[in-house]
């Protein structure tokens, strides 16, 4: 899935305007860390190309899947003596962005983001609409077509009404795990107040990972509610509520009050004294113009076996005929022993085509997400989760790597 992007050596080069049915948040932009270059691509085509400057040792620009989540024509840098930083688009709110520089020496130089040579910062910012996709890594990476049952293509549901909107979500019982199950989230946010509004993106976003111990508490918290504890409104925390609730029901079963709040053993009796099976190992996030829509359990086969890291754009789409034209890449990501330890992960990732064919997502889920597809959708699958950059909300799915080589 991974091959070289050739690139030629000298000043930006700008190619050609993007030429195709959808928006340009179709369009991909994937840098190299180690050529010190950028390439922006309009499904497996590249439309430009240009030479960067990343971060420096001690202020590596980190690796992964973002999207451009704020626009500036002119900002001021908060980190580092108000520098300025022309034509910035940002990826992360912990402060990096693509944006215009007088020192482009196509060498690592930044404290972090990527630096883009006069005249092309401004070019790729007319390009470029809110949650248009940033892949970084050590190697060029180049989008390839898809073609595979797990992608979603535009088919209406047959009720006929709109499943997903912009109301604000309710907690949903958890009676049956392969259904969509909506979560409470939490108010707070690492995203702050934005100084303008910006476009609305209408794409999705969806992030298919491994259900982690947030997940795990907000059914244990759904459960214990079901059975009459009152575990508080379920937000995946350890709050004293909660605790509360746990112990209580230790005492009913005579388990130890004492020692670690939440085993195995306890979950497992949770979920067997409601009547309910744990729920699957993986879980799907669903998101669009930076806001969670909902969640839900979907089943990984061979959970033993590391997901990889994946990104998947929707390029174009026909409702009428249901066909979609799907990209994808295949970003490289190296698990910690540690992280694989807690993962259960024994084996490495096989290619994106075989993980996909391990994914098996819920009819009514699937469903509901095909009803509001618009091009430029972006899939991410991931072993890890959520992660620490993806806020409540003011964000898409942030999927920071870990390069199996140290990068630039």
């Known amino acids: 899935?991974?091959?070289?992007?050739?690139?030629?050596?000298?000043?930006?080069?700008?190619?050609?305007?993007?030429?195709?049915?959808?928006?340009?948040?179709?369009?991909?932009?994937?840098?190299?860390?180690?050529?010190?270059?950028?390439?922006?691509?309009?499904?497996?085509?590249?439309?430009?190309?240009?030479?960067?400057?990343?971060?420096?040792?001690?202020?590596?620009?980190?690796?992964?899947?973002?999207?451009?989540?704020?626009?500036?024509?002119?900002?001021?840098?908060?980190?580092?003596?108000?520098?300025?930083?022309?034509?910035?688009?940002?990826?992360?709110?912990?402060?990096?962005?693509?944006?215009?520089?007088?020192?482009?020496?196509?060498?690592?130089?930044?404290?972090?983001?990527?630096?883009?040579?006069?005249?092309?910062?401004?070019?790729?910012?007319?390009?470029?609409?809110?949650?248009?996709?940033?892949?970084?890594?050590?190697?060029?990476?180049?989008?390839?077509?898809?073609?595979?049952?797990?992608?979603?293509?535009?088919?209406?549901?047959?009720?006929?009404?709109?499943?997903?909107?912009?109301?604000?979500?309710?907690?949903?019982?958890?009676?049956?795990?392969?259904?969509?199950?909506?979560?409470?989230?939490?108010?707070?946010?690492?995203?702050?107040?934005?100084?303008?509004?910006?476009?609305?993106?209408?794409?999705?976003?969806?992030?298919?990972?491994?259900?982690?111990?947030?997940?795990?508490?907000?059914?244990?918290?759904?459960?214990?509610?079901?059975?009459?504890?009152?575990?508080?409104?379920?937000?995946?925390?350890?709050?004293?509520?909660t605790i509360a609730a746990i112990n209580a029901f230790k005492l009913t079963r005579d388990m130890p009050v004492k020692g670690n709040v939440l085993t195995e053993e306890v979950v497992d009796a949770i979920f067997k004294a409601a009547g309910k099976e744990r729920p699957p190992e993986g879980q799907i996030y669903v998101r669009r113009n930076f806001k969670p829509l909902f969640d839900a359990p979907v089943v990984i086969a061979e959970p033993e076996v590391a997901l990889g890291t994946h990104v998947m754009q929707l390029r174009d789409m026909n409702a009428a005929t249901g066909a979609a034209e799907w990209y994808g890449m295949t970003v490289p990501d190296g698990l910690s022993a540690a992280t694989r330890k807690r993962l259960g992960i024994a084996s490495d990732a096989l290619s994106l085509q075989e993980t996909m064919n391990r994914i098996r997502i819920p009819d009514a889920v699937r469903e509901r997400i095909e009803a509001e597809l618009t091009a430029g959708s972006l899939i991410t699958i991931t072993d890890g989760g959520l992660g620490q950059e993806t806020g409540t909300e003011g964000t898409d799915f942030i999927t920071l790597t870990h390069p199996p080589k140290s990068g630039g």
Not at 64 to 90: C, W
Not at 125 to 133: E, F, I, K
Not at 197 to 204: F, N, R, V
């Open 1 to 241: 899935m991974l091959y070289r992007l050739v690139v030629g050596l000298g000043t930006a080069l700008l190619l050609t305007a993007p030429a195709h049915a959808g928006s340009s948040r179709a369009l991909a932009i994937v840098v190299s860390r180690d050529n010190q270059s950028l390439a922006v691509y309009d499904g497996d085509k590249v439309v430009a190309t240009s030479n960067v400057s990343t971060g420096k040792p001690g202020h590596s620009t980190p690796t992964g899947i973002f999207t451009v989540i704020e626009k500036k024509k002119y900002h001021e840098s908060n980190l580092y003596d108000s520098a300025p930083m022309p034509f910035m688009q940002r990826i992360t709110w912990s402060g990096v962005a693509l944006h215009e520089s007088k020192s482009v020496p196509r060498r690592p130089a930044s404290h972090g983001c990527v630096r883009l040579p006069h005249g092309f910062a401004k070019e790729l910012y007319g390009m470029t609409d809110m949650g248009v996709p940033v892949i970084i890594a050590d190697e060029a990476l180049v989008p390839q077509a898809l073609l595979h049952p797990f992608l979603f293509k535009p088919e209406r549901p047959s009720g006929g009404d709109t499943l997903l909107s912009d109301a604000e979500l309710r907690l949903s019982p958890i009676s049956d795990f392969l259904k969509p199950t909506e979560v409470a989230l939490n108010e707070a946010s690492i995203a702050p107040p934005r100084e303008a509004k910006q476009d609305e993106d209408k794409a999705l976003r969806i992030l298919v990972t491994r259900r982690g111990l947030s997940e795990t508490i907000k059914d244990v918290q759904a459960a214990l509610n079901g059975l009459g504890f009152s575990a508080g409104e379920p937000d995946g925390r350890l709050g004293r509520n």
